[in-house]
């Protein structure tokens, strides 16, 4: 696995009202304004989305790509892969949650990029940071209001 970026931010809301938005992913694009749309291709059989397409247009980081998600480690861990884009040549991460309190959730967002141009390393470590940030921020929002 590549080096990931990361970040974390407390949430007050419930563990199971986290996983509830963040298991949903069809609905991305009503709370990630990164996501322009989602459009679920395949479920596993407990009716989890196991591959979809997004539009993604996170400020420098703008593509539609396929990703596969990884369940194996949820609730703790949901983790996706990217399977095919236009643009990118490489992208994985995984929301990991966990529990403070029975009203307050810890959510880390893992992410790792990789582009078809040439772009300096730190320039793309810095969108990848923003585009955590952003996503963690709105995240927030959506299930604190």
Known sequence: MSELSSSSISIEAPLSEVLAVLTDIAAYPTWSSSIKSVEVLTKDETGRTSTAKLAIDA?????????EYDWSGAPARIS?????????????GAYIVSTVDEDTTQVTYELHVDVSMPIPSIMRKNAEKATIETALKQLKTHLEA
């Not at 400020?59 to 990703?67: A, C, E, I, N």
């Open 80 to 92: 996706f892969s990217m399977v095919d884009a236009d643009l990118l040549t490489a992208m994985e």
């Open 59 to 67: 400020g420098p980081l703008k593509d539609r790509v396929t990703l």
